[in-house]
């Protein structure tokens, strides 16, 4: 029986209630580098969403004039969260059937192999001829829509496998892994929008000392940008490749997961856990116990062969094989942390409904030309530099009752009607702007990307600490899940967003 009394490294039990390797420094060492790598991985994981929505400025040179000319980010969103939701209800099912370091390692191998496809792809717009690249790129843009849909498509079945499947693996190892992750993902926005800006800046500063025209000059450092993205996302999917090699083969995380099969065999043997970080106790009724030991242990370990490495999905995950199950299982869990749940729910509503739909949108009120072109770069480098700043706030000022979040994200609708309100692009909307001051553009957007990395961490965090401890892994999972329908419904509303702005079908104009 595993309790987490408040010890560390010399007691063998860290603050989250995971029992540690004993050994000293090399214990400490190797906790650091899991930490580092749980983090890289929330990196690799939201790093290809990120780098698909930043390069606007290449999509805007791709599909100028086409059908898709100023709705392409919602078509694109849309696809990513829709295919995404879907993808994670099939995770629910697979990740009883797939071990997870297949399911990590298939999921980042195929990333890569998307990326360095669209890399080739963007390389090849380099070799056209400067006098026929607006005729050629306005000829093949239902094609290039095309191809890059699909691989919208494709990159978000493996992103919500990944998501799902690197929650879970870090709940193995403790809540605090589980931070590690969330606060990766929200650097990878932050790395990414850094580099946009960087690639902007010259532009925008040769466009306020010259006044002739650079368009040529222009579209070719805009594809080299989107290029770099592209190829950098391909490095940082395969640093993370090569890390979590390591991971699965350090001594760590083979203690790890053997401490957490014992921890298994305890509870289902009528045993108490404990998590010392958030202070909550998961005692489990004597006779439901006993019951749950009889009925399902000997299944499991059918169906397992009796594994014990703690990361079998079939065991660990707390399901079966049985698709009634299956669902009964998620039903359970769903209402033990409904409230965490439906908080994503309506965190990414209202975040995927603004960004970067409708703040794509946005304009500055200065005259200054370079600042006027850097504007909305500097807006996704706002909502980035916020959204990591929440996501890793000490746990000391998360919001530990569930009712508080779920209160926080429904007053965060309040950011439609604010964005709304603010100065757009001229052409863009309908609406005369009711607040003209680029200092609350900036301002509205800190709050929304603080507020959405602050309550992301104290859902993730604390929705496990809500479920028996055998059964964190699996809620990790189903809170990706929420995650995702936070982002469907997010991506649908960035359409209704963008109808009441220009008044225009959002879907074709």
Not at 250 to 276: W, Y
Request: aromatic share 10%.
């Amino acid at each position: 029986q595993m309790t987490g009394d408040g010890g560390g490294v010399g007691s063998g039990v860290p603050r989250d209630g995971l029992p540690l390797l004993h050994g000293g420094d090399k214990v400490q060492t190797h906790h650091r580098l899991v930490f580092l790598i749980m983090m890289l991985m929330g990196v690799g994981a939201l790093f290809p969403w990120n780098a698909f929505i930043t390069p606007h400025s290449f999509y805007m040179l791709l599909f100028r004039g086409s059908f898709v000319e100023h709705s392409f980010m919602s078509l694109l969103s849309s696809t990513f969260t829709l295919v995404g939701l879907g993808s994670m209800l099939l995770l629910q099912k697979l990740q009883h059937m797939v071990p997870l370091k297949f399911m990590v390692v298939g999921c980042l191998l195929t990333e890569i192999v998307i990326f360095a496809s669209i890399s080739i792809s963007t390389a090849l717009l380099l070799l056209i001829p400067e006098h026929a690249l607006e005729h050629t790129l306005a000829s093949r843009a239902a094609i290039h829509f095309a191809l890059l849909l699909s691989a919208v498509a494709a990159a978000a079945v493996a992103q919500a496998f990944l998501t799902g499947s690197m929650l879970s693996y870090a709940s193995i190892f403790g809540s605090s892994y589980l931070k590690a992750v969330s606060g990766g993902m929200g650097i990878a926005g932050l790395a990414v929008a850094l580099a946009n800006y960087v690639a902007m800046l010259p532009n925008a500063l040769q466009q306020l000392a010259s006044s002739t025209n650079v368009s040529h000059l222009e579209s070719q450092t805009t594809i080299h940008g989107a290029l770099w993205y592209f190829c950098a996302t391909c490095v940082v999917l395969l640093w993370c490749f090569a890390s979590f090699l390591w991971l699965e083969s350090a001594d760590f995380t083979a203690e790890a997961k053997r401490l957490n099969s014992q921890l298994v065999v305890s509870v289902t043997q009528g045993g108490q856990t404990s998590n010392s970080e958030f202070g909550v106790d998961s005692t489990r009724d004597a006779v439901a116990v006993e019951d749950e030991s009889s009925r399902e242990m000997p299944w499991r370990q059918r169906r397992c062969g009796g594994c014990t490495d703690g990361m079998c999905r079939r065991h660990d995950g707390g399901g079966g094989g049985g698709g009634v199950g299956t669902i009964r299982r998620t039903c359970a869990l769903l209402m033990n942390v409904w409230r965490w749940a439906f908080s994503l729910v309506l965190i990414y509503s209202v975040t995927i409904g603004v960004f970067p739909a409708v703040t794509g949108m946005l304009a500055s009120t200065s005259a200054d030309a370079a600042w006027s072109r850097l504007f909305v770069p500097t807006l996704f480098v706002a909502f980035n530099v916020g959204d990591v700043v929440g996501r890793n706030m000490h746990a000391r000022f998360l919001p530990k009752k569930s009712a508080t979040v779920f209160l926080l994200s429904l007053l965060r609708f309040a950011f439609f009607p604010l964005f709304i309100s603010l100065q757009m692009q001229e052409g863009s909307s309908v609406l005369l702007p009711l607040i003209r001051s680029d200092a609350v553009s900036i301002c509205a957007m800190l709050a929304l990307a603080v507020s959405n990395g602050w309550l992301t961490t104290a859902a993730f965090m604390r929705a496990p600490a809500d479920v028996a401890s055998h059964e964190r892994a699996a809620a990790s999972t189903l809170m990706a899940g929420c995650l995702n329908l936070g982002l469907t419904c997010g991506a649908l509303l960035s359409f209704l967003a963008h109808w009441i702005v220009c008044r225009c079908n959002p879907f074709v104009d």
